[in-house]
């Protein structure tokens, strides 16, 4: 396992800001009255995906060099003119003065977020999917499908709202993602999207329904998005997770490792 450095945080967040960036755009092309809109700053990016969304936060600041108290403002002001709260993913390895200067900014530590990589090597050969279950990468035709599934899996149930879909729908249209879709004998399942980012997989939105639960679907679909960024020359994967979590178990059980956990703070309007 590697050593979790500043080189390789910076590796891993440099992945997170370009994945972000690519979804805000991509949300602005398909809902433009969403107002998407990404901000780069302090060496990160801050992302608004629309009232209310959980995507809206920022990530990466910190880890090319120090925050100004000028980068802060800039950061607050991209969300306060939206009427939407700061939230603010921060890595550990980040600039080390940066927590005394949010300390008197009126930000409280909301959540952790557990970030998990594993090495990959293109000889590696992962277990098939059990009997009746398949995996398969997601063509245009089927983008409508994946986005059903896995917002199901995430709400936990199969019947759904449109707006359930438009969380989701943005991850099937990023330059740099891949999404897979687990079928149990013919049926939509659950999924998961992978992108790549200088020879990094990162591994995400993935969710299964609550009739296929405890079947093996994760697992699968973490072994078939493994295994593609193994096949396409990528060296390294990650994943991030709540801690505790059957996420994290389940990618403990594939050879993921923890490498840092990140603090969540909140910064309300």
């Known amino acids: 396992m590697r050593f979790a450095d500043l080189a390789l945080a910076r590796r891993l967040e440099a992945a997170e800001v370009q994945a972000n960036r690519e979804y805000a755009q991509a949300l602005a092309y398909l809902r433009p009255e969403a107002g998407a809109a990404d901000l780069p700053v302090a060496g990160g990016i801050a992302i608004y995906a629309g009232p209310g969304s959980p995507l809206n936060h920022a990530t990466g ?3 090319a060099g120090p925050v ?3 980068d802060l403002s800039a950061l607050e002001a991209f969300y306060a003119q939206r009427a939407t ?11 080390s003065a940066l927590p005394a200067l949010l300390a008197p900014r009126g930000y409280h530590l909301a959540r952790f977020l557990n970030v998990l990589v594993r090495p990959l090597d293109p000889q590696e050969a992962f277990a098939a999917p059990p009997a009746g279950m398949k995996v398969q990468q997601v063509g245009p035709a089927e983008r409508e499908v994946w986005t059903r599934t896995v917002a199901q899996g995430f709400l936990g149930r199969d019947d759904i709202t449109p ?13 740099s993602a891949t ?3 687990a079928r149990v004998n013919g049926e939509p399942a659950g999924g998961g999207a992978v992108t790549r980012h200088e020879g990094l997989a990162t591994l995400f939105s993935a969710s299964t329904r609550a009739a296929f639960r405890r079947q093996g679907v994760q697992t699968a679909l973490l072994r078939a ?3 593609f960024a193994a096949g396409c020359g990528c060296d390294l994967a990650m994943l991030r997770a709540v801690p505790g979590s059957a996420s994290q178990r389940n990618a403990e059980r594939l050879g993921f490792r923890v490498v840092y956990t990140k603090a969540v703070l909140v910064r309300e309007g």
Do not use: K
């Open 61 to 63: 600041i910190g880890m």
């Open 68 to 70: 100004s108290a000028a």
């Open 85 to 95: 709260p700061v939230q603010l993913q921060l890595c550990p390895l980040a600039d």
């Open 163 to 175: 707006a359930a879909l438009e969380v989701p729908t943005p991850n099937t249209h990023l330059a």
């Open 179 to 181: 999404c897979f879709l």
């Open 225 to 227: 998005r493994l295994a």
